[in-house]
């Protein structure tokens, strides 16, 4: 596209966030240039500057720069990935260099493959991230399958096994976003249960959950490794639902929907740790909330911060809220930008 537009938002396009009606307009264009165009006045509403995250209206008219051409078609041969996927993998990208490659991973796609799942995983998936680079990128870390949020990615082994390293030694900051049942007491703290694989491949899974040990019983359970997640409400509706920063200071499988759980306030739309716990405080878990709130995982990977392992500059990565999460605060009338970006930072 060439030359700078003046756009109006039209009447069926509703009220919505300015980097999600741009998205729309524009598929081709990443989340992190999006921010850069605000935060440089290029994008403006009305004349004025504006937010990523400012909601605009039917009406309003929106500078548009210079934007890069949509990409190529996607081939249909690409590693035998259909076009819809290739698609939807690439238009999960925050941000990506020679170096790195940052996803906003959606909820239903797991990080790597399992029994007949094929190649519809983010793993499977890299040949449609390679971006004319000869080699597909590597996972560095990874997500449950229906956690949301940010994913990294490496274009290189050096890179990677830096960046696992920066993981592996806590050099990297990972704060995630949750909906649980009730309200903490205190309202902030940190659980420091260890945890331990279920035993048993019973037909509700329990082989695949991580039950939570004391920490003065950790002798007693050689196979449980510490685990340590401090956590923060955000915001909180009467005694029924909590919006929580959790950040995971070690990296367990299922750390912080155990953990969450076995306090008494489990993630909302967790069945596997939802029922871990028949009482919490609050009106029960997720009573009287419903629908797709209950259904779906109210967990998300809402950002990472590190020093970049090629040009050493400390980067923060943050991923919009998925869509069901989105109309779950919506209907709640939460907004992302109502609460601190890192709520422990004052606390370290």
Same mark, same amino acid.
């Given at each position: ?5 003046q ?23 990443t ?10 006045g290029?994008v ?5 500057r ?9 009406g ?22 259909s ?22 991973k959606?909820?239903?796609l797991p ?9 519809r ?10 971006f ?10 990874r ?23 920066? *993981? /592996?030694?806590?050099? !990297? ?5 949750? @909906?649980?049942? #009730?309200?903490?007491?205190p309202r $902030?703290?940190?659980i ?6 279920a ?15 004391h920490?003065?019983?950790?002798a ?9 997640t ?17 950040e ?7 750390? *912080? /929907?155990?953990?969450? !759980?076995?306090?008494?306030?489990p993630? @909302?739309?967790? #069945?596997?740790?939802g029922?871990? $716990? ?5 009106d029960?878990w ?50 992302e930008?109502?609460v ?9």
């Amino acid at each position: 596209m060439s030359g700078v537009k003046q756009l109006t938002v039209s009447a069926d396009e509703g009220e919505q966030r300015l980097d999600r009606w741009f998205k729309r307009r524009f598929p081709q264009v990443t989340q992190g240039a999006i921010e850069k165009m605000c935060r440089t006045g290029q994008v403006r509403v009305d004349g004025a500057r504006a937010r990523a995250s400012d909601r605009v209206t039917p009406g309003q008219v929106i500078r548009v720069p210079p934007l890069p051409d949509a990409p190529a078609p996607v081939r249909e041969d690409l590693g035998g990935i259909s076009p819809a996927d290739a698609r939807m993998i690439q238009a999960a990208v925050l941000w990506k260099d020679e170096h790195i490659i940052v996803l906003n991973k959606p909820p239903g796609l797991p990080s790597q493959g399992g029994s007949g799942q094929g190649n519809r995983h983010v793993d499977g998936l890299t040949e449609a991230l390679k971006f004319g680079y000869k080699d597909r990128p590597k996972l560095v870390h990874r997500l449950d399958k229906d956690t949301s949020g940010v994913l990294l990615l490496a274009r290189t082994d050096r890179v990677a096994r830096a960046l696992s390293e920066a *993981l /592996r030694h806590r050099a !990297a900051r990972k704060i995630y976003w949750a @909906l649980v049942a #009730g309200v903490p007491n205190p309202r $902030q703290g940190s659980i420091k249960y260890g945890l331990v694989k279920a035993p048993g491949h019973g037909r509700g899974g329990e082989g695949e959950k991580m039950l939570c040990i004391h920490p003065a019983k950790m002798a007693d359970h050689p196979d449980a490794k510490r685990a340590h997640t401090d956590y923060f409400t955000l915001w909180f509706l009467g005694t029924r639902l909590s919006w929580m920063a959790l950040e995971p200071v070690t990296g367990r499988t299922h750390q *912080l /929907r155990a953990h969450m !759980a076995e306090i008494g306030h489990p993630i @909302l739309g967790d #069945g596997k740790y939802g029922s871990m $716990q028949s009482e919490n405080q609050g009106d029960g878990w997720g009573a009287g909330i419903g629908g797709e709130v209950s259904r779906k995982l109210h967990l998300h990977a809402r950002q990472i911060t590190l020093e970049h392992p090629i040009t050493k500059a400390v980067m923060t990565w943050v991923a919009p809220l998925p869509e069901h999460m989105a109309r779950t605060w919506k209907m709640l009338d939460w907004k992302e930008d109502d609460v601190p970006a890192d709520p422990f930072e004052a606390i370290r």
